[in-house]
C-alpha cells in the first residue's frame, strides 16, 4: 500500500525557520515525484512545487519560487519542504501527494498534511 | 485567481444527479487530461477522476468525468449526503510546467 506520512503540526514565529517532512513507503520512492500543495485557511489547494527524488529534479510554481525551498532524501524515502524565513501568511495546511505521469500528472496519493502556524 | 476557473457553490438533493464545470485553456485542458478531487474537511484530498473520466479503484461509478476543448466536468449521480465536499479539478499547464487547480467548488446536499 502506497502511503505518505508527513510531519506534525508546527507553531512558529515570524522570522523562523522550518523544514516539514513527508515519508513514503510501499513503492518505488525514488521513480515517483513528489508534489507539495498548500491550502491556506477557507481557501482552495495550490500547487508550490514538484521534486523527481531519483535526481533531485526541481520544478516550482512561479507563486513559490524563491519563498520556500523542495528537497529528497531517497535514502530516507523522504522528501522535504522549509522556509528560511516564515512569514504570517504562510499560515497554511501543507499537503504531500504522489505525482503519476505516465498517462497525464495526476496525484494518486496524498500524505495527511502538515498544519503550519506562523504567529506575528 | 486560479488558472482554472469552477464555480464557488453548487447543491442538490439526496438522489439528484449534479454537475461541476470546470474551464481552462489551451495550455493546460486544452492540450492535457483533467483530473479531480474531492476533498472532505479535515481529511486529506483524494483522487475521484483522473485522465478526464477514469475512476480510481473503489471510487463508486456514481462519478463520472468528462472533457471537450477547453472545459471539463464533474457528473455526480445518485447524490448521497457523504458527497457533501469540495471538489477540486486540475490539469497539467504546458505554459507554467507544473500542476494547475481550480478553485474549487463547494457542494453542499440539502
Known amino acids: 500500500e502506497v502511503q505518505l506520512v508527513q510531519s506534525g503540526a508546527e507553531v512558529k514565529k515570524s522570522g523562523e525557520s522550518l523544514k516539514i517532512s513527508c515519508k513514503g513507503s510501499?513503492?518505488?520512492?525514488?521513480?515517483?515525484?513528489i508534489g507539495w500543495v498548500r491550502q491556506m485557511p477557507g481557501k482552495g489547494l495550490e500547487w508550490m512545487g514538484i521534486?523527481?527524488?531519483?535526481?533531485?529534479?526541481?520544478t516550482y510554481s512561479p507563486s513559490f519560487q524563491g519563498q520556500v525551498t523542495i528537497s529528497a532524501d531517497k535514502s530516507t524515502r523522504t522528501a522535504y519542504l522549509q522556509w528560511s524565513s516564515l512569514k504570517a501568511s504562510d499560515t497554511a495546511m501543507y499537503y504531500c501527494?504522489?505525482?503519476?505521469?505516465?498517462?497525464?500528472?495526476?496525484?494518486?496519493?496524498w500524505g495527511q498534511g502538515t498544519l503550519v502556524t506562523v504567529s506575528s | 485567481q486560479s488558472v482554472l476557473t469552477q464555480p464557488p457553490s453548487a447543491s442538490g438533493t439526496p438522489g439528484q444527479r449534479v454537475t461541476i464545470s470546470c474551464s481552462g485553456s489551451?495550455?493546460?485542458?486544452?492540450?492535457?487530461?483533467v483530473n479531480w478531487y474531492q476533498h472532505l474537511p479535515g481529511t486529506a484530498p483524494k483522487l475521484l477522476i483522473y485522465s478526464n473520466n477514469q475512476r480510481p479503484s473503489g471510487v463508486p461509478d456514481r462519478f463520472s468525468g468528462s472533457k471537450s476543448g477547453t472545459s471539463a466536468s464533474l457528473a455526480i449521480s445518485g447524490l448521497q449526503s457523504e458527497d457533501e465536499a469540495d471538489y477540486y479539478c486540475a490539469s497539467w499547464d504546458d505554459s507554467l510546467h507544473g500542476v494547475v487547480f481550480g478553485g474549487g467548488t463547494k457542494l453542499t446536499v440539502l
Open positions: 510501499g513503492y518505488s520512492f525514488s521513480s515517483y515525484w
Open positions: 489551451g495550455p493546460n485542458i486544452g492540450s492535457k487530461t
Open positions: 521534486i523527481y527524488p531519483g535526481d533531485s529534479d526541481t
Open positions: 501527494a504522489r505525482l503519476v505521469a505516465t498517462s497525464g500528472n495526476y496525484f494518486d496519493s
